[in-house]
């Protein structure tokens, strides 16, 4: 029977060392979890491994959430794309055939969901409004979890453009999510 | 590096969100936000435009194996060894243990072999950073040992003086001390 505590208590409760909190946090979050360790690392047995890693350092550092810094998800999201990033420079190897990012995103909004949230729906619109290669740029990142160099790489820019690019990309975004 | 002006904040908020920063300027930064709720904020606010994002990715439940591996990592009675991460040394470790604690996904168990040893300030960092309530200072006083003399590292701020000074009259002289998770609530 799945657990209907919120996730704020329940990872309170891990935080105090409540084991089964614990295990309810895993059971709520870590479908998802997986899917973005498996989107970042492409491998299969990699991205079991960022899981495990993911949640070992969630035990550990249940305490250090603060709301401030967005939701419950958010910050394990943040947590487990960071183990992911980690794991592929660790390895050196990055997995080939990444989807490109522009149309994950433009296909899974075109499929005429109900459930796509407004926040999608206006990032959507927002990134938009970036010229393609600045678009792209930010999707590989958040998407794949691909540093400067390897986006560089792949858009066949310099790095120093990528860097620069991607930095106006955010504060169009800001400015056009208007936060 | 400096934080003091809100834009460079925001950007490297932007960097952290992103992933963009390399593992040890991200646990830095990580340091930095503990001690700084406008950074936190400024996170989180990347992290709200952005994760939207990650609504596009299909769950997938993990295979059981996965959640095993876990608890068997948090369990006390099991504790697997250090990554290669955190090499052996007390000025190595005392560096390491600052600045991941137990961030960065290293394993919760901290192997290590200590030379001259600034122990308090060891375990203050163990405590400050990582919040480590109960958890067991085990010292070997040869590599042989597997009878280990252990320490509750204690709960509370007025104990912690007195675990200080217990753990140090543990760890003198040992060759290593293991730091272990607390043991699972009965």
Same mark, same amino acid.
């Given at each position: ?22 295990? !309810? ?23 079991? *491994?960022? %899981?495990? *890693? ?16 967005? !939701? ?30 522009? *149309? ?76 | ?13 932007? $960097? ?117 309530? $109960? ?20 709960? !509370? ?11 140090? %009259? ?17």
């Amino acid at each position: 029977m799945p657990d209907k505590t919120p996730l704020p208590d329940l990872l309170r409760r891990t935080a105090a060392g409540d084991k089964p909190a614990f295990a !309810s946090l895993y059971q709520a979050t870590s479908a998802k979890l997986f899917g973005v360790a498996l989107r970042i690392c492409g491998r299969r047995e990699v991205a079991e *491994e960022v %899981l495990q *890693e993911a949640f070992v350092a969630i035990w550990g550092r249940a305490k250090d959430y603060d709301p401030v810094r967005g !939701s419950v998800m958010t910050w394990l999201v943040t947590i487990v794309r960071h183990c992911a990033i980690d794991q592929l420079r660790h390895q050196q190897s990055r997995p080939e055939g990444h989807s490109a990012p522009e *149309e994950v995103l433009s296909s899974f909004v075109a499929t005429g969901r109900t459930d796509i949230s407004a926040e999608l729906r206006a990032l959507q619109r927002c990134l938009d409004e970036l010229d393609p290669q600045p678009r792209k740029a930010v999707l590989l990142a958040y998407l794949y979890g691909l540093t400067r160099d390897e986006i560089a790489a792949r858009l066949k820019v310099p790095v120093g453009t990528v860097k620069s690019s991607l930095w106006r990309s955010l504060e169009r975004l800001q400015r056009c999510l208007g936060s | 590096m400096r934080y003091g002006r809100p834009e460079l904040g925001d950007r490297l908020a932007a $960097d952290y969100v992103l992933g963009m920063m390399p593992q040890r300027a991200r646990q830095r930064f990580e340091r930095a936000m503990a001690d700084d709720a406008t950074l936190r904020a400024a996170v989180g606010a990347w992290s709200d435009r952005l994760k939207p994002l990650d609504d596009i990715t299909v769950g997938e439940k993990p295979p059981a194996r996965v959640w095993r591996a876990i608890e068997h990592r948090v369990q006390f009675a099991a504790p697997a060894p250090a990554r290669g991460r955190l090499r052996p040394g007390a000025f190595t470790f005392w560096r390491g243990l600052a600045a991941t604690a137990v961030a960065a996904c290293a394993a919760l168990v901290i192997y290590i072999v200590l030379y001259p040893k600034p122990l308090p300030q060891i375990f203050e960092a163990l405590a400050d950073k990582t919040g480590l309530p $109960d958890w067991i200072a085990s010292a070997k006083h040869s590599p042989s040992d597997v009878g280990l003399s252990t320490v509750n590292l204690g709960t !509370s701020e007025r104990e912690r003086p007195r675990w200080i000074r217990a753990a140090l %009259l543990l760890t003198n002289d040992a060759r290593s001390v293991t730091v272990d998770p607390p043991a699972p609530p009965r």
